[in-house]
C-alpha cells in the first residue's frame, strides 16, 4: 500500500520569510513517481513539479526548490522569500510508475498562509 | 488551448437523489480520472477511464459509476446519495503514455447533499 503523510497541516509565515513543507511517502515499489501540486482557493489542482524516484538530485524553479532524500524517504517543498500569493494548500502525492498505474495517492495537504 | 473544464461548478442535492458530473479533458489528453476531496482532506481517486473503458479503480461502492465519450470527455454518476458524499469531485486528464506525464486538474465540482 501506499501512503503520503504531510504532518504539518497548517503553516502561517511573515511575506519574505522562507517556508519548508515536508513530505514523507510510504511504498513498496522501487520506482515511483513523486508530486507537489497547489490547491488556490479556487479549487483547482494546480501541479508544481513531477520527480522520478531514480532522480534524486534537487531542482529549484525560482523562488520554488524541492529536495528529494530517497534515504528517508522524503520529498520537502521549500519557497524563498515567499508572497501573498504563495497562500494555498500544497499537496504531496505519490503514483506508481508502471503502465496501467495513474492513480495519485494524495497526502492531506498543508495549508500555508502568508502574512503581509 | 483549454484547459480541464467541469460543470457544474456547484450542485445540492436530496439525500437519495442521483447526480452526473461533467468533465471535458484538456485539448489531446485520452485519460480522465475523477477524485474526491473530502473538506479538509486530500483528493481521493475514484476511477479512470480510457478508451471509454475503466482502466483503475479506488476504494469507492457501485453507487459510483462512469462513462468515457469517443470525444475523451466523461461522466461521474453517484446514486442513492448519501451525506458524506458531499465533497468537491474533481477530474483530471493526462495522456496515457508516457508514463511519467502528469495530471491536469479541473477546478471540481463542489456537490452538497442536504
Known amino acids: 500500500a501506499q501512503k503520503v503523510t504531510q504532518a504539518q497541516t497548517e503553516i502561517s509565515v511573515v511575506e519574505k520569510e522562507d517556508v519548508t513543507l515536508d513530505c514523507v511517502y510510504e511504498t513498496r515499489d522501487t520506482t515511483y513517481y513523486l508530486f507537489w501540486y497547489k490547491q488556490p482557493p479556487s479549487g483547482e489542482l494546480v501541479f508544481l513539479i513531477r520527480r522520478n524516484s531514480f532522480d534524486e538530485q534537487n531542482e529549484i524553479s525560482g523562488r520554488y526548490s524541492w529536495n528529494f532524500q530517497k534515504s528517508t524517504s522524503s520529498f520537502n517543498f521549500t519557497i524563498t522569500a515567499s508572497q501573498v500569493v504563495d497562500s494555498a494548500v500544497y499537496f504531496c502525492a505519490l503514483r506508481r510508475s508502471g503502465a496501467g498505474s495513474y492513480q495519485l495517492t494524495f497526502g492531506k495537504g498543508t495549508k500555508l498562509s502568508v502574512i503581509p | 488551448d483549454a484547459g480541464v473544464t467541469q460543470s457544474p461548478t456547484h450542485l445540492i442535492k436530496t439525500r437519495g437523489q442521483q447526480v452526473t458530473l461533467r468533465c471535458s479533458p484538456k485539448?489531446?489528453?485520452?485519460?480522465v480520472s475523477w477524485y474526491q476531496q473530502a473538506l479538509g482532506q486530500g483528493p481521493q481517486f475514484i476511477f479512470q477511464y480510457y478508451e471509454e473503458e475503466e482502466r483503475q479503480r479506488g476504494n469507492f461502492p457501485d453507487r459510483f459509476s462512469g462513462h468515457q465519450f469517443p470525444n475523451y470527455s466523461s461522466e461521474l454518476n453517484v446514486n442513492a446519495l448519501l451525506l458524506g458524499d458531499s465533497a468537491l469531485y474533481l477530474c483530471?486528464?493526462?495522456?496515457?503514455?508516457?508514463?511519467?506525464?502528469?495530471?491536469?486538474f479541473g477546478q471540481g465540482t463542489r456537490l452538497t447533499v442536504v
Open positions: 485539448s489531446g489528453h485520452d485519460t
Open positions: 483530471a486528464s493526462s495522456f496515457l503514455t508516457p508514463p511519467n506525464t502528469e495530471a491536469f
